[in-house]
């Protein structure tokens, strides 16, 4: 008698579904992997859903409510390893712009009723309420990372994902330094690679969207480009981009907020 597959589950919080249509578009390796795994819970692709426990679930989207918190210490006590996709899941996402600002404020001016809106001041990523296993940033994923991953627990083995800044994927794909050569402001050189420097290919500077690299530094950065001319709250804006509740960038963009 064959071995039950392994149980898949793949759940969504607060997010635009950007990494979970990133995992569909696997295509032809997402055949592959349905094959060796029993897609449990996954209401982006398939209506069945099956209950835990789960031997690996991916999480996408931040917390934002009472709810997704209660929701996802369900989704901890269920899953064997919990991994979270994009930046929502790892860093807060780019709605934890809220967490610099008076949320009831918005809430007054977006929405015509604000006593029907529920929502936590803050904007916060899974970690910050359970234990994970792995972080996947990105926004949204990079696909054949997500299926090194997978790959890589259901062979029991580490996965092998880039270590290094954005700056080593501009240089291998020969795009110009438009900081060096323009004056650009760019995060690139603080960034984890898995774009393939898609920005500075076409003009344009790095927004973190990867999140922080395993060593940046973020304050020397900074202070090159102060030096370079570019204002302070232009760089503050930089810093708080999809990943900006990160906290190497994010303790980089209050220094300088609160810098005289």
């Known amino acids: 008698m064959d071995a039950p597959k392994p149980k898949l ?116 990523p899974i970690s910050a309420h359970v234990a994970v296993d792995f972080e996947l940033y990105g926004c949204p994923i990079n696909k054949y990372q997500l299926l090194e991953v997978l790959t890589a627990l259901l062979i029991g083995r580490t996965p092998h994902l880039p270590a290094h800044s954005v ?5 291998r794909r020969g795009a110009v330094c438009v900081t060096v050569a323009q004056g650009i402001p760019c995060v690139g050189p603080l960034t984890h690679a898995g774009c393939g420097a898609i920005c500075p290919a076409y003009n344009r500077g790095c927004y973190g969207c990867f999140g922080p690299m395993e060593s940046p530094n973020a304050d020397s950065l900074m202070r090159h480009l102060q030096g370079c001319g570019v204002p302070r709250d232009d760089l503050v804006r930089l810093l708080r981009g999809f990943t900006g509740y990160a906290e190497a960038f994010r303790s980089a963009s209050e220094k300088l907020e609160k810098a005289p």
């Open 9 to 124: 589950a793949v759940f969504k919080f607060a997010s635009c579904d950007g990494c979970q249509l990133a995992m569909l578009n696997l295509e032809d390796e997402l055949l592959d992997l349905a094959g060796a795994v029993e897609i449990a819970y996954f209401l982006e692709a398939r209506s069945k859903m099956t209950e835990g426990p789960y031997d690996v679930t991916l999480v996408e989207g931040s917390v934002t409510t009472r709810e997704e918190a209660e929701r996802i210490r369900e989704v901890r006590k269920n899953s064997k390893y919990l991994i979270t996709i994009g930046a929502c899941a790892t860093a807060g996402g780019i709605q934890a712009l809220r967490n610099w600002k008076d949320v009831d404020e918005f809430i007054r001016i977006v929405y015509a009723t604000p006593a029907y809106i529920k929502t936590l001041k803050e904007s916060t």
């Open 167 to 171: 700056c080593v994927e501009c240089k």
